[in-house]
């Protein structure tokens, strides 16, 4: 069963910031967010996790609620290549450390 | 280059056949694992690695199996007991298995 519930699809303008946004009510207090993206017919990519506190890197940044019930993955300057299935994975550490993929959402960029 | 490699890009094979999938990297990452994809679908769990000579069965091993011989190298065989195995085939690898994992290019194999 997937434990995050995600939009179907969403667009915007190339340049423009791009808010994908994530609810993960039954999110445990030691499961980590993941976010990865796929590009058409290629393998799954890494993107940011993160654990209680909002993360930055240099493709993204991840700002998780108090609660910790729901994210939202923030690409500041969105590029054609950008294009992609994103999917946000709620995951703990230890035997159960499995990644489970939902269908994710799909962000189109257009320019 | 450090990476995790797959290869072939595309593989036929006719129903009934065993076929063997490779999976190598060289990122020295004790956890390696393969996944499943249909279209339009989320990618699913088939089997994992935490260390060499061990691996434990995901969430849908019927019909495949692997090995792990050496620390780069994960193979998984298809085997004619895969009742549908057209499918894209997704290798991963991680530090351990509490890290982040990271994906080759994948495997569209086609059973005719």
């Known amino acids: 069963d997937a434990k995050t519930t995600q939009p179907t699809s969403m667009d915007c303008a190339e340049g423009r910031a791009a808010n994908l946004p994530c609810n993960h009510s039954t999110i445990s207090g030691n499961e980590y967010v993941y976010w990865y993206r796929q590009i058409h017919s290629q393998g799954p990519q890494y993107i940011i996790h993160g654990l209680k506190n909002n993360e930055t890197n240099e493709m993204a940044s991840l700002i998780i609620t108090e609660d910790r019930k729901s994210s939202t993955l923030i690409l500041p300057h969105a590029t054609l290549r950008d294009t992609a299935v994103y999917y946000c994975?709620?995951?703990?550490?230890?035997?159960?450390?499995?990644?489970?993929f939902g269908k994710g959402i799909t962000l189109s960029v257009r320019p | 280059d450090g990476g995790i490699t797959q290869s072939p890009k595309y593989l036929f094979r006719k129903e009934g056949q065993n076929v063997t999938l490779s999976c190598e990297q060289n990122l020295n990452h004790d956890a390696m694992y393969w996944y499943r994809q249909d279209p339009g679908q989320g990618l699913r769990l088939i089997y994992y690695?935490?260390?060499?000579?061990?691996?434990q069965k995901g969430d849908i091993a019927e019909g495949y199996s692997v090995s792990r011989e050496k620390k780069e190298s994960f193979p998984l065989t298809v085997t004619s007991a895969q009742k549908n195995p057209t499918a894209f085939y997704l290798c991963?690898?991680?530090?351990?298995?509490?890290?982040?994992?990271?994906f080759g290019p994948g495997t569209r194999l086609t059973v005719l």
């Open positions: 994975i709620v995951r703990a550490t230890g035997a159960n450390s499995k990644l489970t």
């Open positions: 991963a690898s991680s530090i351990t298995r509490d890290n982040e994992q990271f």
């Open positions: 690695s935490q260390i060499v000579n061990d691996f």
